[in-house]
C-alpha cells in the first residue's frame, strides 16, 4: 500500500486546474510536500494556499522545463514517491473534419506529456526502488465513443503505457496507476479545438452539466493510489461503461451506434 505520511514528495502536472489543482490541494492538506507545475507563468492564490506547495511552470511538450523540474526536485526533495502525470487538452470531432496539427498538438501534450514525466523520473524512482507514477487518461481510454477519434487515441495509449510501465517496473517495486473518469464539472472544454461545431457542443454539454466535481474525483483517485489500484475508475458511470464493454459488447455497441445516430442528426454536412 502506498502510504501518504507527513512530507511525501509529490509532482503534479496540470496543476493550475481541474483535477490537477484539486490532487495538488488535497495532496497538500494531507501533509504532502507538493511541487505544482503548469503551463502558466502564475499560480492561482487557492493552489498556493493548500499548504507545503511550490509552483514551477513546466509545459509537458517541453525537455528543457522537465529537465528543470528534475533539478528542482533534486535539489528541494532529494527525490520522489508520487509523479501525477495529469496536464491534458481536448480535441474531438468526426474524423473527417480532423486535421493532422489538430492530432499532433493534442498527441505532443496528452501522450508524449506523460511519456515525458515518465522517462524524465524512472531512472530516479529505479535507484530509489520506490515510488508511485499515476497517469490521468480518461474512460475514453477505455471505451471509445463516436467524434471522439484525438481523445480517444491519445486516452488509449496513455492506458497502454501505464500498463506496460506497471509490469515493466515492478521488479524495482515502482507503481503505476491510470486514471480513466468519465466528464466531471472541469474547465477542459476551454482547450477544446476542432472543426466539428456539434460535437464540440455535445462534448461542452456533458462536463459543463455533470454532477461530479474535480474535488471528488480527487479524493477517490487518492484513495486508490493508496491502496495500489492499478486501473483507478473513480466514478459509477466509468465503471459501468467499462463493464459494459467487456461484458456486454452487444449492448455497448448499440449505445455507441445511437450516439453516432444522434450525431449525424445534429450535425451539418
Known sequence: MTTFTSGTRALVTGASSGLGLALAQQLARAGSRVLATDIHAEAPAELLAAGDVTYLTL???????WDRAYTWVVENFDGLDLLFNNAGVAAGGRIELSEIDQWQWIIDINLLGVVRGCKQFVPMLKEQGSGHIVNTASAAGLVHAPTMSEYNAVKAAVVALSETLR??????????????????KTNLSDSMRGKDEAAQRTAAKLINNSDRTADGVAAEVLKQVRRNTYLILPDRDAVVAYNAKRLARPVYDRMMFRAAARMKSKAKG
Open 167 to 184: 509490469h515493466e517496473l515492478n521488479p524495482w517495486d515502482v507503481k503505476v496507476s491510470v486514471i480513466c473518469p468519465t466528464f466531471f
Open 59 to 65: 509545459d509537458v511538450t517541453n525537455d528543457a522545463h
